[in-house]
Every structure is written in C-alpha cells, then in structure tokens.
C-alpha cells in the first residue's frame, strides 16, 4: 500500500540581519514595555476592550503579542544569550502561525456573511412580494387588523430602505474584513524573510490585527438585525419571528463578546504589572493568582 506524501515545511529563518541579533531583541523587548506602562499602571481589574489606555496597546491581540515580546526582557538588563534568543525566535514563530490562523478564520466568517448578504440584496431590490393580509396563512378574512395596518405602503416603503442600508453595511464590513486577512496573512507568511522582521512589523502596527474581529463580527450581526425588516415583505409573522436574532446579534455583543473581552483585558493588565513589577510600578499593585 502506498503511502500518502508527507508535506515538508521549510523552517523560517530566525533573521537575516547580520550581527548584533540579540541586541537588537532587547530595543525590541524595551519598546514593548514603554508601550504597555502607561497602561499597566492602572490599578487591578479597572481596564475594560474600550479602555482609551487599552486601545493604543491594539486591544486583546496587540497586547497579546506586546506582552510576549516584553517578557523576553522583562528587567530591562539588555543581556540575552543565544539560547534565549532562539527559544524566543521559536516561539515567535507560532504566535504568527496562530495570528495566521485566526485571519483565516475570520476572513471564513466574512466570506460567508458576504454570500449571504448580496443574494439576499439583490433579491430585494427586484421587489419581493408583499403578503396578502387576507390569506389564509395569516388567518384568511380574521386575520388580525394590525396586519391590515402593517400593509400599509408607508411602513413597507421605510422597512425595505432599513433593510437594504443594513444589508449594505454588512457587505462592506465583510468585504472590508475579508481584505484585511488577505493583506496581514501573506504579511506574516511570505511578504516579511524573517522571524525577526515579522516581530519588528508587528512592534509597529500591532493594532492591524485588532480591527478584524470587529468587521467580522458586524458583517454577521447586521446580516441578522436587517432580517426583521427584509422580512417585514414577507409577512408579520415572518418579521416578528425574525427579531428573535436580530435580538441576539445585540446581547451576543453585549453579554458575550464585551464581557469576554472585559474579562481578558483585565487578566492582561494583571500580566501586564506582573511582568512589569521589576521595573518602576508600585509593588503594591502586582497581583498573584
């Protein structure tokens, strides 16, 4: 029986800059540290995703990396062996492969919110039929009197422009998503040679990252508020039922994504003071687990 062929990955070099690699580690290791201080000397458990000291770190991506990159050096010693180095270099090379794999992810995400949501504009803009209030689906000539009021041209008329700018906003933020991963994915896969130069792209525009999770979010959860109002053509029972997700695109945001969210900040501000404990922020405020 013949055996399937394994894929050899070739390894990606640790840096192609001559001399000098550790040191220029530890600048790397020291400017991640000026970034986080400012941030890191809030007191525990008094960060949150919107914090205006939080978002200049690049949110929970950016200070993800940023902390991994400041622990390399966290004393700020600026002496680092070359076991150090390559351990680092290592591990920096799985952070980008996991960076890589969260945009493919996403960009999936936006790619299917986009399949959706133009089929669904298109079909609108050709003028879906609107429901007869008096059929017998709808309870035929007993049919409630609202559903005669929800007839009406006006309600309908400001129903199909609701449903087709949210619809227009969900195609941008998919489309807007979907370019974002296809620009940082080959970013940190074959546009930078090194380890070491995909670490200093991302030491400068760490917060690229942080804006692909809102877009992909959005291109789906508007998708879901515009149905109640695409549905409102259809029928009253179809609209009202739709609301039921269009609901929960709001409290998935709220309960699930912010407080989450919240949640993680917090516990990086707690790394964030730990790591940074050795250097110039109060002891009193470092937190144990």
């Not at 940023?66 to 966290?74: G, N, V």
């Not at 009021?149 to 449903?163: D, E, I, P, Q, Y």
């Not at 760490?206 to 053509?233: C, H, I, K, Q």
């Amino acid at each position: 029986m013949l055996e399937g062929k394994r894929h050899r990955v070739r390894p990606m070099p640790s840096s192609i800059l001559p001399d000098d690699r550790n040191v220029r580690l530890c600048e790397l290791a020291a400017e991640a540290r000026e970034k986080l201080r400012p941030w890191a000397l809030q007191p525990s458990g008094a960060t949150s995703t919107f914090d205006p000291l939080y978002e200049p770190c690049g949110g929970q991506e950016g200070v993800g990396g940023l902390l991994r990159i400041a622990a390399l050096d966290p004393t700020g010693s600026g002496q680092l062996t070359d076991a150090e180095a390559d351990k680092f270099l290592a591990e920096s090379s799985q952070l980008f492969e996991d960076i890589i794999h969260v945009l493919n992810l996403s960009a999936l995400v936006a790619a299917l919110a986009f399949t959706v949501a133009v089929p669904l504009a298109v079909l609108n803009l050709d003028g879906l039929s609107t429901f007869d209030p008096a059929d017998r689906s709808l309870g035929g000539t007993r049919s409630p009197t609202w559903y005669q009021r929800w007839h009406g041209t006006r309600l309908l008329h400001a129903s199909h422009w609701t449903g087709n700018i949210l619809l227009a906003f969900s195609i941008y933020c998919s489309s807007k998503a979907i370019a974002m991963c296809f620009m940082l994915m080959p970013t940190y896969s074959i546009y930078l040679p090194d380890v070491e130069s995909r670490l200093r792209y991302f030491m400068k525009y760490f917060s690229n990252v942080t804006y692909v999770w809102p877009f992909t979010y959005f291109s789906v959860g508007l998708l879901m508020v515009s149905l109640p109002f695409l549905a409102a053509r259809i029928s009253p029972v179809a609209s009202a039922c739709a609301v039921i997700p269009a609901v929960s695109a709001f409290s998935v945001f709220k309960y699930t994504c912010m407080a989450q969210g919240d949640a993680v900040a917090n516990f990086q501000l707690d790394l964030a003071k730990r790591l940074l404990a050795t250097e110039d922020l109060p002891r009193g405020e470092v937190v144990s687990y």
